[in-house]
């Protein structure tokens, strides 16, 4: 069924394991995290950017091929669509109409207050309608569609603006930036695993790791164990089914059937998600 985020979250906090949010980019992810999650009865959350939801024909297009799918599939897995990085109230609110069932609202770029003020705003009309808000503090590196953000721009998260936020506008799951990057690592990342703690101790919501593509298992367990319940990947599926494609059409030139190059793809990642939800510890839990 489509649910919110809400439920899924706590649950995967209190039993200790993640789920992901895998994010759509056209009719084959969103075939292939669909499939995904029902063979390894995970539940899951597909992610929405803004430019993706243009892509695909606007939020009520993703809702209704969403929908079409998990009837077909005879989904019995939790599903939570969400608007990732939510970048307005508008936004979220036209995301929320067209049957969205999780928005998360991107106020980072904003001083505290305002962020806090918008967020609030966010929440009040989201929990009227059972959808469940994300929100976001510090400024987390690398490009995701539009959204830029340089070395010198990327912030880690203060905690004690962290509670702040978290308390005032009563949001159900929290993204501290904490040095986690969009798109691939430059090295190593070096993530905030004090800060983390800290912030999981003090305000209890689950958190969310923005830019999983690249974080080694180690640091994905270790996230866990510190209190995230929500881990975003959209880069390694789009590194697996771009790698697929050009094999393809390398090997057969004359090909040019999008279904004999995509459905491989869609295969592709397929078997990324499926590893994934088993490094997350979500196999098995819906
Ligand atoms: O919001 C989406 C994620 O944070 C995706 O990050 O593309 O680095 O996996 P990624
Ligand atoms: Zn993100």
Redesign the pocket.
């Known amino acids: 069924p489509l649910v919110s985020m809400k439920e899924m979250l706590e649950s995967a906090k209190a039993n200790s394991y993640g789920v992901g949010?895998f994010?759509l980019n056209n009719l084959e992810f969103t075939q292939a995290i669909l499939q995904a999650a029902e063979e390894e009865k995970s539940p899951v959350i597909l992610?929405v950017?803004e430019g993706a939801a243009k892509y695909m024909g606007g939020f009520k297009s993703v809702v209704s091929i969403v929908k079409g799918l998990m009837e077909s599939y005879g989904t019995t897995v939790p599903v939570a669509i969400h608007l990732?990085?939510g970048s307005s109230f508008e936004k979220c609110v036209e995301a929320i109409y067209a049957g969205f069932t999780s928005v998360?609202i991107d106020g980072s770029h904003h001083p505290l207050k305002e962020n806090i003020a918008l967020t609030k705003k966010v929440v009040e009309v989201a929990h009227l309608c059972g959808v469940s808000v994300e929100a976001e503090l510090g400024r987390?590196g690398?490009q995701?569609d539009d959204i830029i953000v340089d070395d010198a721009e990327a912030a880690y998260a203060i905690p004690e603006e962290c509670d702040e936020l978290i308390r005032e506008t009563n949001v159900d799951c929290f993204?501290p930036a904490l040095g986690?990057?969009?798109?691939?690592y430059k090295g190593e990342p070096n993530l905030g695993f004090d800060r983390m703690e800290t912030i999981s101790k003090m305000t209890d919501v689950p958190l969310v790791?923005?830019?999983?593509?690249?974080i080694p298992t180690k640091d994905i367990k270790k996230a866990i164990s510190f209190g995230t319940a929500k881990i975003?990947?959209?880069?390694?599926?789009?590194i697996t089914s771009a790698a697929k494609v050009r094999e393809v059409l390398d090997a057969n030139p004359d090909m040019i059937d999008p279904r004999k190059y995509l459905g491989p793809a869609r295969e592709a990642i397929k078997e990324t998600v499926i590893g994934k939800m088993r490094e997350f510890g979500s196999s098995g839990q819906a």
């Open positions: 949010q994010n992610g950017s990732d990085h998360m987390i690398g995701e993204a986690s990057v969009h798109g691939p790791l923005h830019g999983g593509t690249g975003n990947v959209n880069t390694e599926n789009q």
